[in-house]
């Protein structure tokens, strides 16, 4: 199992950790592309609480907490379109409330 999940073919060449600011990527893949994109995120979800996005030349690692939100959108607009997000917060720094 891979410690991070790669993007197919991203050809950013910004080489960089990113772990604040803003940052979005659109990337169309392939269906097989997808699908293994889709695996590796999986093996690392079961694995731990931090997961690593990578293109060619960046990174995002992200230490996030439960639960995921997954959220489902369908449309019909022009087209049919199915739209399937997953949002991850961070990770809580255990700075809340205690009793001692």
């Given amino acids: ?9 991203d050809t950013d060449r910004d080489s960089r950790t990113i772990t604040d600011g803003f ?15 889709l695996r590796d995120l999986a093996d690392q979800l079961e ?25 489902i959108e369908f449309t019909k607009q022009r087209e049919r379109e199915l739209e399937i997000e997953l949002e991850f917060s961070e990770a809580e720094d255990g700075s809340g409330l205690s009793v001692r």
């Fill in 47 to 71: 694995a731990e609480t931090t997961v690593t996005v990578a293109g060619s030349d960046w990174e995002i690692p992200f230490d996030y907490r439960e639960p995921i939100e997954v959220e």
């Fill in 1 to 9: 199992m891979s410690d991070r999940v790669n993007v197919p073919d």
């Fill in 23 to 37: 940052f979005e990527r659109e990337i169309y893949l392939s269906r097989q592309e997808t699908a293994t994109f």
